[in-house]
């Protein structure tokens, strides 16, 4: 037996105790209550009864699922019946306990008590305000009075009193016949019709005499005034429920439109979980592929118990797992230039570094001599001199350093030497330069200083980092790329050189205008007719503006070259033969950048775009536009970094097709030139800083 | 709140059809399959079950109508009103008067909702004088008994 827990006693139902003093009913109230507690204690309903209750009633049923709903659902806060727990001792709830106790006899099931249960957590829900869009809305009752099925009833009334008792025609049998279905033999039914008018029947008692022409169905039915007007005010309800009905439908569509709209909303939310789940996926291949890399390396290198061999360790160019970082690059915010360094005066020419944290080589504009730093400090260590034209490519590849400058000649540099003379000239040159060049810093080397100084007088005889000189190009290089001992070049004379670093000499010269003019294949995309000479012209007066840089950029493996060209072309050669066996057109500028992979091919230039193109078929995947030309670019299976003349750098996700820019503590003049590898960016930009990012 | 808009409570004990019912019920049951229950049906189906006289039937009614109170903020106010003329017909008086008294704080003006408050006032008096009389009957043997069980004692 369960009575109903304690519920909102408004003063409405308080009869007698209102009525006395307040004083004297608090007193007795109070005695009253402990008095009524104790006595009503045993009908008292707490919750976990009715849930003993329900699990005694039918233990099939009130599986732990079940019965952790039968919690919540009484668990919840019952904000207003709190305040009144004590019960209410007043005429009522005496008067009604001996019914309570035996009359009452029913059953008491789950369902009511679930319904007596949730009645008071009903209460605690909060009633919206009055809105005026409850207006438009008709009430659920006269909603109900528009869909009940005997609402129609009216309207069938209606029909049923057109119809006219005509002599029975058998229409049922005719249209069975008609159709060509066996009928039943005719019977007679009997119509009945509950509400048929009364017709007045004319007598026609005159048969016979004239045969008249046959009177319409219509013509002996008279209605009567107030059956008439019982129609009229029926349709006129009628119609009223057609409007509320509208009207309730219409609000359905209304709701079904926003569950929709805000379901679409999750969908996209999901989607984009999933294109991050692809980014994912294709980080860890490279990760794969790095591990697997360093596998064969290590149990290599315990079969042979010598050193790394050079030749077993990718380029870093090629290089695409994650790199050796220290731990405190993890609690970088990512997005957010961490160090700056400046170099000189004069544009960032070109940069490149051995690896995070490592040995990093600055070139600048109008500066002969590239500065090297160390990136674990930010302070530079030495330069790096011999050229006498501005460096406009290099690559650093461990301890290695390949420069190629505007006065042709190509220099290797060993970066683990450094002479003491070179770093006392130093000293002696930018001893003034401390002041006015904020960041350079000459850091003595650690071997001891020696008091002598000997002169130095010309490079090409010093001990110094420079290893080796290769001449050949007759003007200014302009890219280049080594890995293991072959080093390609391409300079301004429209030439690429392929150059042995062990012996030093140039083993093979390919010649753009000749493979301009003499074409292997068919360039893809192209009509038949396409003018040849009018390529050649564009090579020969070639001069854009301020960028004169014929080839822009190299990059070779085993013996594919891949060159980017002033005339928008990027050529695939084939260093056996020295033949470019094919050319993807499509640049409509001067390609300054370029990298590929076993697959993609991805050009930068300064039409503003950078193309990815396939590696065997020649076909473009993927265009993406920028807003002004690019000078650098670096991708992986996941982005695409450029520098687009911008000061911020801009990264596109391959994934999700989102552009992003990093910009924060960035370039206060647009980026030249950049490079990273796993979360570490350098980037040089025209106003002669290097910055480093976390990305 | 029209008055046109919601039921005196008389109308709760006008009952329907039981054919009436069981296209309600159908119909219900329809739209429970699409998985796509209308407010509309589900209050014509609840409607039709507060009015019949099965207790059942009346639970599971005030159980759907609390259900449309739950899920539509809109509809609220008059599942208030229904809901305490559910709760009024199954002899819940205490529920129905809250959920009444929570709509009169609104709507002080309703006249369906004041005179469902007198009713269900009545209803509680009335049973409180049966309850009483009851009581006070039940008293009346007892005490009868146990005087004659002291009666037969002292005679002993």
Not at chain 1, 231 to 255: A, G, P
Not at chain 1, 660 to 684: A, C, Q
Request: include cysteine.
């Amino acid at each position: 037996m369960a009575q109903s827990s304690k519920a909102i006693t408004p003063d409405s139902i308080r009869t007698e105790p209102a009525s006395s003093s307040s004083q004297y009913d608090s007193a007795l109230t109070s005695r009253l209550d402990a008095v009524s507690r104790n006595f009503f204690a045993h009908f008292n309903h707490r919750k976990r009864d009715s849930r003993q209750i329900l699990a005694d009633l039918a233990p099939v049923i009130m599986t732990p699922k079940m019965m952790a709903h039968a919690q919540t659902v009484s668990a919840r806060p019952r904000a207003v019946g709190t305040s009144s727990t004590r019960p209410t001792l007043d005429f009522a709830t005496i008067g009604r306990t001996p019914l309570r106790l035996g009359l009452g006899a029913r059953r008491t099931t789950s369902r009511e008590l679930e319904v007596v249960e949730t009645a008071s957590e009903l209460l605690a829900v909060t009633l919206p305000d009055a809105s005026s869009e409850e207006r438009g809305m008709p009430s659920l009752l006269r909603g109900f009075e528009a869909t009940v099925p005997s609402a129609d009833t009216a309207r069938a009334r209606r029909r049923a009193t057109r119809n006219v008792n005509a002599p029975r025609l058998g229409l049922k049998r005719l249209s069975l016949g008609a159709r060509g279905l066996i009928t039943e033999a005719p019977t007679d039914e009997a119509e009945s019709e509950d509400d048929v008018v009364v017709v007045v029947a004319r007598e026609r008692g005159r048969r016979g005499r004239k045969k008249r022409g046959r009177e319409s169905l219509s013509a002996n039915k008279v209605f009567g005034r107030e059956e008439l007007e019982r129609q009229t005010r029926e349709i006129v309800r009628d119609k009223e429920n057609l409007h509320v009905r509208r009207s309730l439908l219409h609000n359905d569509i209304v709701e079904i439109t926003n569950k929709i709209e805000a379901l679409d909303v999750i969908r996209t939310r999901l989607e984009q979980d999933l294109l991050k789940l692809q980014e994912d996926e294709l980080e860890l291949d490279d990760e794969l592929l790095m591990v697997q890399e360093r596998l064969e390396l290590e149990t290599s290198q315990n079969n042979q118990s010598g050193s790394i061999h050079p030749s077993l360790m990718a380029s870093s160019r090629r290089r695409k797992g994650p790199a050796f970082l220290p731990s405190e690059h993890d609690e970088l915010p990512p997005g957010v230039a961490f160090m700056s360094l400046e170099c000189g005066s004069t544009p960032i020419s070109s940069l490149d570094f051995s690896e995070p944290y490592g040995t990093l080589v600055t070139s600048a504009q109008d500066d002969a001599h590239p500065r090297v730093w160390d990136l674990l400090t930010g302070e530079e260590i030495g330069r790096l001199r011999g050229h006498v034209g501005t460096v406009k490519a290099l690559q650093v590849e461990a301890h290695l350093c390949a420069t190629g400058a505007t006065d042709g000649a190509v220099r290797l540099w060993d970066l683990r030497q450094w002479d003491l003379s070179d770093v006392l000239e130093e000293a002696e040159e930018d001893g003034e330069g401390t002041g006015t060049d904020g960041g350079v810093v000459v850091e003595r080397p650690r071997t001891e200083i020696n008091g002598v100084r000997t002169s130095r007088g010309s490079e090409e005889d010093a001990l110094g980092p420079c290893v080796r000189v290769l001449e050949g190009h007759s003007k200014a290089v302009t890219a280049l790329y080594f890995e293991n001992d072959t080093l390609v070049t391409g300079a301004s004379d429209k030439t690429l050189r392929q150059w042995d670093l062990a012996t030093g000499q140039c083993v093979m010269t390919m010649d753009i205008l000749w493979a301009i003019s003499h074409p292997s294949t068919v360039p893809a995309g192209h009509l038949p007719g396409f003018p040849l000479a009018g390529a050649t012209a564009a090579a020969g007066a070639f001069a854009l503006g301020l960028y004169e840089d014929f080839i822009g950029a190299v990059q070779s493996w085993e013996y594919a070259l891949v060159s980017g060209s002033g005339d928008g072309a990027v050529r695939m050669w084939d260093m056996r033969t020295g033949q470019a066996h094919r050319t993807l057109l499509g640049h409509t500028g001067p390609v300054t950048c370029l990298q590929f992979d076993e697959i993609h091919v991805v050009s930068g230039s300064l039409d503003k775009s950078v193309r990815i193109w396939d590696l065997r078929t020649g076909g473009i995947f993927e265009t993406v536009k920028y807003d002004h030309g690019v000078k650098a670019l670096q991708f992986d299976s996941r982005k695409i970094v450029a520098a687009a003349g911008e000061n911020g750098i801009k990264i596109y996700n391959r994934t999700s097709m989102q552009h992003s820019t990093l910009s924060i503590n960035g370039h206060t003049r647009p980026v030249e030139k950049l490079r990273y590898m796993d979360r570490y960016l350098l980037s040089g930009g025209r106003d002669a800083i290097v910055k480093i990012w976390a990305l | 709140m029209k008055t046109a808009e919601v039921p005196y409570a008389a109308d709760a004990e006008v009952s329907l059809s039981f054919d009436e019912l069981y296209v309600l019920r159908t119909q219900y049951e329809k739209e429970l399959a699409q998985s796509h229950v209308t407010t509309q049906t589900m209050f014509n189906y609840a409607w039709g079950l507060v009015k019949s006289p099965v207790r059942e039937d009346q639970l599971q009614g005030v159980q759907l109508l609390a259900e449309i109170y739950r899920s539509e903020p809109k509809r609220r106010r008059e599942c208030l009103y229904y809901l305490a003329l559910g709760h009024y017909k199954m002899g819940n008086f205490d529920e129905a008067k809250s959920f009444n008294s929570r709509l009169l704080e609104r709507e002080p003006a309703n006249l369906q909702a004041q005179s469902l408050d007198t009713l269900i006032d009545t209803a509680v008096k009335r049973e409180g004088y049966i309850g009483m009389a009851i009581a006070g009957g039940a008293a009346a043997v007892g005490t009868l008994l146990l005087a004659g069980l002291v009666r037969r004692a002292t005679r002993k």
